[in-house]
């Protein structure tokens, strides 16, 4: 008998959806308190997922929600990147 898995879900910060983890991506903020893209999940810290869509990652920006989930400023790179993720997927 085959052991069936359990899909780590994840509630995206912008839509309030729940989805399965490969769905979303993840930014977190260091104990050191930088903020990055955390591309393997597995990164040390305060992370808060965003939906993989050019428009949610905009209306993350536009609303700072980020900010308030990571309690920090959020560098204009991690939304450059998070757009960039997102267009060569």
């Known amino acids: 008998m085959q052991k069936v898995r359990k ?24 104990p050191e308190g930088d903020v990055v893209v955390d591309l393997t999940g597995k990164a040390n810290g305060r992370g808060a997922y965003v939906t993989k869509n050019k428009t949610v990652i905009q209306k993350a920006q ?28």
Do not use: F, S
């Open 62 to 89: 536009k609303t700072k929600i980020l900010e308030r989930h990571l309690e920090c400023a959020i560098p204009e790179e991690i939304y450059a990147q998070l757009l960039n993720l997102v267009d060569h997927e």
């Open 7 to 30: 899909i780590p879900m994840r509630k995206c910060v912008v839509t309030g959806e729940r989805m399965e983890k490969k769905q979303l991506l993840r930014v977190v903020r260091t």
